[in-house]
T-cell receptor, first 108, second 114 residues
């Protein structure tokens, strides 16, 4: 079983739509959780950390359910510039485990 | 520059040749990671360096892979006797401290084995 599993998508949505997707992780001892964004043929960049209480960063909302080992990301009022692959990332000790990514395409 | 620098950006080589990939981390970042990303897949952890501590090599896929780092500076990843399955993007990342976030990634080296 992969350490981090994600719905690969793709999610094709119109501008202004809300899109949500999630991932699950297998290591119950995981300590920290993140969403990274990766544009086509570019390096991953940290989008936001994810906390159990849920957190927002502008149009992005992340949720963590430790009991279910489940992480979600919701994008509101999506923009063309949100088109990317979103990587679910889980940290244990110093190691990060990356999901394969969920591809989101926002169309005009 | 201020970011993580990797070279070469692209490398095409014949099967069986050795290749050396280079990573210059952000100055002052003590932690350095190497990852491999195959097409359409997630990042695979290869190796981790933290200061002068012994590196964590648990992700290296075979003994053809090795990596070095001098102190808290440049790192090189060497692949000997390359195989076609080694074709991937090799990404280097550094962070200010062990497990620190964010990890800052370089642009990667796109390796193609013919």
């Amino acid at each position: 079983r992969k350490e981090v599993e994600q719905d690969p998508g793709p999610f094709n949505v119109p501008e202004g739509a809300t899109v949500a997707f999630n991932c699950t992780y297998s290591n119950s001892a995981s300590q920290s959780f993140f969403w990274y964004r990766q544009d086509c043929r570019k390096e991953p960049k940290l989008l936001m950390s994810v906390y159990s209480s849920g957190n927002e960063d502008g149009r992005f909302t992340a949720q963590l359910n430790r009991a279910s080992q489940y992480i979600s990301l919701l994008i509101r009022d999506s923009k063309l510039s949100d088109s990317a692959t979103y990587l679910c990332v889980v940290k244990y000790d110093y190691k990060l485990s990356f999901g394969a990514g969920t591809t989101v395409t926002v169309r005009a | 520059g201020a970011g993580v620098s990797q070279s070469p950006s692209n490398k095409v080589t014949e099967k069986g040749k050795d290749v050396e990939l280079r990573c210059d981390p952000i100055s002052g970042h003590t932690a350095l990671y190497w990852y491999r990303q195959r097409l359409g897949q997630g990042l695979e952890f290869l190796i981790y360096f933290q200061g002068n501590s012994a590196p964590d090599k648990s992700g290296l896929p075979s003994d053809r892979f090795s990596a070095e780092r001098t102190g808290e500076s440049v790192s090189t990843l060497t692949i000997q006797r390359t195989q076609q399955e080694d074709s991937a993007v090799y990404l280097c990342a550094s962070s200010l401290r062990t497990g620190g976030q964010p990890q800052h990634f370089g642009d990667g080296t796109r390796l193609s084995i013919l």
